[in-house]
């Protein structure tokens, strides 16, 4: 349903700071995936157009100007495409997102995230996310059906987005009550990931509340024991903040490549795919964090709340043997 085309056509648009560059050194500059020399080539192959001229490595750009670069052959990687209608009506969209599929293009997807395919599923090219999940993580999400409606709210999804529930299974025994997280996140400088965050000081406030649902110390899948299922309700939303208070409190989440082993997975999927046995100490392929509740207050109606068990088969293997029991505790 969603096949990649074998052809694709990236659309820029050069900003002021590139004016009076050559084209060359604009994308050079900009798209860093190429060197200078392989966009030249590129270029001189025919597969550049620039205001809809075929292109030269020595035109002078300026502000404003379209860039339009075509790839032939193209290929992604894989990501699952399904996903849930949990409420529609002219101006909001509920759906549950499956873990594995980016909401925005990255490096390497640009066809298949998950905007794109719920625009072509739903015929809608104004459909546009209100707030984010991680590639890897699922669960419930709020689109605004149109950019009147995005520009309306986007500023005020808390008044919307009432209370936002997650569950996640973790490493070791999760103690028992609520446990309040409130440690700032920030990333750090020194760090050999850039992007991972840290309890810092100089973090941003962010706040997790935590409870335990069952724990099991028996193995189940891949994910060794002990190990625990447990909420967490998300009052701020920083980056990974669950996934980082959760590593920071000694609990990892179970396949998490960056905040369990000390990102040793994440640095290694870097170079490259991952193994299954890599997977297989990871405990999963996709990290078992899923956003499974959620109180939305759609405009005019009352608060309600929303569900969804979209897990990846994995994580259902886990809740499944341990939700029925915790429900009769």
């Given at each position: 349903?969603?096949?990649?085309?074998?052809?694709?056509?990236?659309?820029?648009?050069?900003?002021?700071?590139?004016?009076?560059?050559?084209?060359?050194?604009?994308?050079?500059?900009?798209?860093?995936?190429h060197?200078?020399?392989?966009?030249?080539?590129?270029?001189?192959?025919?597969?550049?157009?620039?205001?809809?001229?075929?292109?030269?490595?020595?035109?002078?750009?300026?502000?404003?100007d379209?860039?339009?670069?075509?790839?032939?052959?193209?290929?992604?990687?894989?990501v699952?495409?399904?996903?849930?209608?949990?409420?529609?009506?002219?101006?909001?969209?509920?759906?549950?997102?499956?873990?594995?599929?980016?909401?925005?293009?990255?490096?390497?997807i640009?066809?298949?995230?998950?905007?794109?395919?719920?625009?072509?599923?739903?015929?809608?090219?104004?459909?546009?996310?209100?707030?984010?999940?991680?590639r890897?993580?699922?669960?419930?999400?709020?689109?605004?059906?149109?950019?009147?409606?995005?520009?309306r709210?986007?500023?005020?999804?808390?008044?919307?987005?009432?209370?936002k529930?997650?569950?996640?299974v973790?490493?070791?025994?999760?103690?028992?009550?609520?446990?309040?997280?409130?440690?700032?996140?920030?990333?750090?400088?020194?760090?050999?990931?850039?992007?991972?965050?840290?309890?810092?000081?100089?973090?941003?406030?962010?706040?997790?509340?935590?409870?335990?649902?069952?724990?099991?110390?028996?193995?189940?899948?891949?994910?060794?024991?002990?190990?625990?299922?447990?909420?967490?309700?998300?009052?701020?939303?920083?980056?990974?903040?669950?996934r980082?208070?959760?590593?920071?409190?000694?609990?990892?989440?179970?396949?998490?490549?960056?905040?369990?082993?000390?990102?040793k997975?994440?640095k290694?999927l870097?170079?490259?795919?991952?193994?299954?046995?890599d997977?297989?100490?990871?405990?999963?392929?996709?990290?078992?964090?899923?956003?499974?509740?959620?109180l939305?207050?759609?405009?005019?109606?009352e608060?309600?709340w929303?569900?969804?068990?979209?897990?990846?088969?994995?994580?259902?293997?886990?809740?499944?043997?341990?939700?029925?029991?915790?429900?009769?505790?």
């Amino acid at each position: 349903m969603h096949e990649v085309p074998q052809t694709m056509f990236f659309e820029s648009v050069v900003r002021n700071e590139q004016r009076g560059m050559t084209l060359e050194d604009e994308l050079a500059l900009r798209f860093t995936y190429h060197s200078k020399e392989e966009w030249r080539r590129k270029i001189q192959s025919g597969l550049v157009t620039l205001n809809g001229v075929l292109a030269t490595p020595e035109m002078i750009v300026q502000p404003k100007d379209k860039v339009v670069y075509r790839v032939d052959n193209y290929t992604e990687p894989k990501v699952p495409t399904h996903f849930e209608i949990l409420y529609r009506d002219d101006d909001f969209l509920i759906v549950s997102k499956p873990a594995g599929i980016p909401i925005h293009h990255t490096g390497r997807i640009f066809y298949n995230t998950f905007t794109g395919v719920v625009r072509r599923t739903l015929k809608n090219e104004e459909l546009s996310p209100m707030h984010r999940l991680d590639r890897d993580t699922g669960g419930i999400m709020i689109f605004a059906e149109n950019s009147d409606t995005l520009k309306r709210f986007e500023k005020s999804l808390e008044y919307i987005l009432l209370r936002k529930i997650y569950l996640a299974v973790v490493r070791g025994k999760f103690p028992d009550g609520e446990i309040v997280c409130e440690e700032p996140l920030a990333e750090d400088p020194t760090s050999d990931i850039r992007i991972k965050m840290f309890p810092r000081k100089n973090g941003k406030p962010c706040k997790t509340v935590f409870r335990k649902v069952a724990e099991s110390t028996e193995k189940i899948g891949e994910v060794e024991a002990p190990f625990s299922l447990v909420e967490a309700e998300l009052f701020t939303g920083r980056k990974h903040q669950i996934r980082a208070h959760l590593s920071h409190l000694g609990f990892p989440i179970v396949g998490d490549k960056l905040y369990d082993f000390d990102g040793k997975y994440y640095k290694k999927l870097v170079q490259g795919p991952l193994s299954e046995e890599d997977f297989r100490i990871l405990g999963a392929h996709t990290q078992m964090l899923f956003a499974y509740k959620a109180l939305i207050r759609i405009p005019g109606k009352e608060p309600e709340w929303f569900t969804s068990e979209q897990f990846t088969g994995e994580m259902a293997q886990v809740v499944k043997a341990l939700l029925p029991a915790s429900r009769d505790a």
